[in-house]
Each structure stands twice: as C-alpha cells, then as structure tokens.
C-alpha cells in the first residue's frame, strides 16, 4: 500500500503543476485532417451548403497500467503473503487500446492480468465441504485460517463516456473524467496453502488470538510455508480453462485522466468485477453453529485500482488528439467571437447619393448617381481640368491642350490613327480602355513580388487610376494539388495587397481568381468591367504562407 500511495503522490504532484493549457482547440476549416470518405460534407461546410463541418480524423490511445486488485469475497483480502516474489504480493497490470466513436463515448480493449491474496486472522470450521480441508483439519482441534493466492487474466471491452469534455463555459482542460461500463471474461485460479512441506496440517492452534489482526497475520505468514499447493472448489466443480475458471461479467468504473503533455497522459481509475461466482476467493459463507450450519452465498466481485500511463498513437498533422480531449463547442464559439467562415450580412450605412462614400464621410452629398468620387465623396478630376470625370469625355487632355471645353475636351485634335482603332473596335469614350496588361512573375515556391514585379504593378495602377471604368482580373494558375491551389491563391492575394496597400486601389476594382489551368510562376493582369469576387478565403490554410 505504501508503494501504492507513493505512485498516487507523484501524480497528483505532476497533475499540480501550471503547465500551459493543452485543451482541445482546432481549425474545422483544415481539410488535412478529414477523411477522404467525409471530404464531400467538408466541402458542402465550406462552401455554406451545410451548417455541419466533417468529424476529423482523431487518434488512437495504447495505456499500460498497474495497480492492485482485490477480492470483495468472504475472505479478508491481504496487500502480502507468505512466501518471497512477485507471487507473494498482491499486483495486476496490463494494456490497453482505446478509440473514440465521438466526443463523448469511446470504446477500450484491454488485457490484464491480476495476482490477488487472501489471509484470515481467525480459525475457524467451515471447511467448505472440501475433501481435503476436512481430512486435514475436521477431527483436530487445530481450526483452519483461510488463506488464498487468485490469479486472473482478464481480457475487457468496455465503452468509456467522458463527463466534461462539452464545456458550454472555457476551452477544454488537462482533466477528463469519465464512467466506464462493458464486459470482462473473468479467467482465474484459486489455490490454498493447506499444509506444509511436509505435507502435515499447520498447529493453528498456536496463534495467539489475542493479538492484534496484523500480529497475528504477522505471525501466520512466519508459520504457512506459500506454496498454495491446493486448488479450491469452483462453483461448478470443474475448471473451464484447463485449470483456469471462465466468467462472463460485467464490469463498471470510473476515472479520470490527467493531460501531461500534447501526447502523453497519466490516469487514475477504480473498476468493479462482478463475477457471479462465490468461490472466488475459494470460500463460502457458514453462520450458526456446527450441528445446524448455515451456508449463504454471494457473489465474489473483485476490484481494481490502477495508474496509466497513456500514449495517443497518429500523425498530428493528419490526426487531432482523441475526440475526448477535444471540446467541439470552441469552434462555434470562437466563430461568434471572430468569424472566419460565417456568410454575415454588409454592413448598410447611410449614402444618400449612393457615391459608395457614408454621409458622414462625405464632402460632396449630391452627386450625380454614377459618378466617380474620392475617398472623400468629391467627384473626380483625373487631369485636372476642371471639368469633374462624370463630364469629361476625355479623362486624360494633355496639359498643352488646354483650355477645354464644357465636356472636357482639349484643343487638341484626336489622333487619327487612335480614333480609327477605338471606332473599329466600338469602343466608346467612358469605357474602359484597357485590356491586356503585363503579367507577373514568381520565382519557384515564392510568393515574394521582386522588383521588377513592383515596378510592373506600379505602372498598372497608373493605368487603372487613368480609367476609373476600369477593374483590374488577377487571375493565378495551379489547380494539380492542395499545394499548388494554395501557392496560386498566395500569389494573387500578394498582388492585390500590394495594389490595395501601396497603389490605394480600391478593392471593388480588384477581381479575384486563382486555381485556373495555366503556368503556374505566372499571375495574369488584364483589365475588365465584369463582376467578380475581390475576396477569397484560403483554400488550404495550412499550407498558407501569407497570413
């Protein structure tokens, strides 16, 4: 026992100790983590087709464990026996394997094997009608002490339920505490140490019963030599398993377990056995007296304290840790406290002249519905002219080409050459005039802009700030992998940050497209009036190099 408590000590030192946080957090989101058989509902999660994310992928637990088994019988149990050794000693321990089926219940085989004692402290004559108890001890006055060495293996399946990993209040913990119920297949064999080595009946009439219980243990252990050389009776009469018993039981626990690190955990847990067999402990109970015996019997039941040490088995790139560790509320929550995936509706603030500028915000209230602004509601006058771009019929008049006129127009003749080319093509003056612009270059695996890509998307945006009808299509290539399909996304966002950020390009002129057959170093620009998304979340965030 002592040994026991020292174990018991240790962990609860180790389980006090201030260690960060190891509850279960994950990112729903992360495709590496599904099954190939849930990816379909996966994708229907994360393109808002279904409320429910995919069950990710989850670990496998091995535990070994030791700890001290007992029998809750008619027989005192004993910690110690006669004899030296492992036998002498009451010990079990075993593995385990444990899966979870969900976040609250989990399956667990395991196979043990138990080495349990029995030591009375007082004689007695229930012989138990054994053949060779009675023939040793009925016709003296000696009385019998009951003494006993179980052993067991113990295979179990068993089906855990956690109790406190759904907390509707914090993240999961390092705790979880959980019931256990399932079926044992009780194998075991009982033996009684009944003579000595010479095969003569012990003088248990020399114990001085007047001692306390541990003396007269004490003194019993000096006198019985620990040979158990004598099977007991079964309650069939007839071993099942060679000389070993079979019971099919049912057995039922608790414990809980400690998380000591992102892989690692030590438990504690109490299961109960029950046999639905009496002779157990290989006795039986015996009230009244000698002439009119009264023989009772129930069940023998054994317990089993223990301490694990336990291993989460699987790739933690591919795998989270066992469902029970997690907490599946957290990714609700945290969607509610900084969404990342939820459809939430715009934002409508006033704008009564609907220039895409908030009134509150806007210096020029009345303009004309259309008409291009500043980031100040003001209408724009992108050559300066004085005439406002919603007017101007040429947005870009040389400055020796002014004055202009009511429309904008400079004093300059058109170029013939120009003005037969934008007529060929039915191009009208307020549309947008530009189409193929130069593409951008990456190097292998970079999502880096060089120089010359910097200059490149510099003069881009002089071009888009010339033609306000303008939006700008960055289009990447690579759609042959996760890999690809999250470098290409990559690729993209870099260009439009650096447009948006640096150039101060708005972001409705930008549209976003990635993931599209083509070389995959290569980010296409061309210049368009179509409609398009100006965000897109990450296909792959695990893969994601810009965060």
Known sequence: MRKVFTLLVIFCFLASQNFAQLGGTHNYLDTSYIAPRNLSQQQDFLNNNSNFPAKPRDMWQLGVFVGLPFVDGDGPMAVKGAGSGLGSIAWGGGISLRKAIGYVVSIRGSLAYY????????????????????????????????????????????????????MFHNKQGRWNLYALAGYTAFAYKTKMDVVDAAGAPYPFQNIDVSLKRSDIRGQLRDMLDGDYETLALTNDRRPELGSYNLR???????????????????????????????????????????????????????????????????????????????????????????????????????????????????LEPNTPPGAPVDTHGVSKDTDGDGVPDYRDKELLTLQNCFPVDEDGVGNCPEPECCKELRESRGVPVSDCRISDLPSVQFNSGSVRLSREAQSILNSVATQLKANPPCKVKVSGHGASNKAAQQLSWDRVNAIIRYLVERQGISNSRIIFEYGTEGDPATVDLMGTTEEGPNTVPAPHPNLQKIK
Do not use: C
């Open 248 to 362: 099919h039981s049912f057995s039922a626990g608790a414990g809980i377990e400690y998380r000591i690190a992102k892989k690692t955990s030590l438990g504690v847990e109490y299961k109960r056995i029950q046999t639905r067999d009496d002779y157990v402990d290989g006795w039986f109970r015996q009230s009244g007296d000698l002439v009119n015996p009264v023989f009772t019997s129930e069940w023998d039941n054994i317990g089993f304290f223990s301490l694990s040490v336990n291993q989460n088995l699987g790739n933690s790139k591919k795998r989270v840790p066992p469902l029970w560790w997690m907490n599946p509320l957290e990714f609700a929550y945290s969607e509610l406290s900084n969404p990342k995936h939820m459809k939430l509706p715009k934002v409508k603030l006033d704008d009564a002249d609907g220039d895409g500028v908030t009134d509150q915000f806007d």
């Open 115 to 166: 080495n349990m004692l029995g030591l009375d402290y007082q004689r007695n004559r229930n012989y138990n009608n054994h053949p060779f108890i009675e023939q040793n001890y009925l016709t003296s006055a000696r009385g019998y002490i009951h003494n006993y060495h179980t052993t067991a293996i113990v295979p179990s399946v068993e089906a855990l339920v956690s109790l406190n990993n759904i």
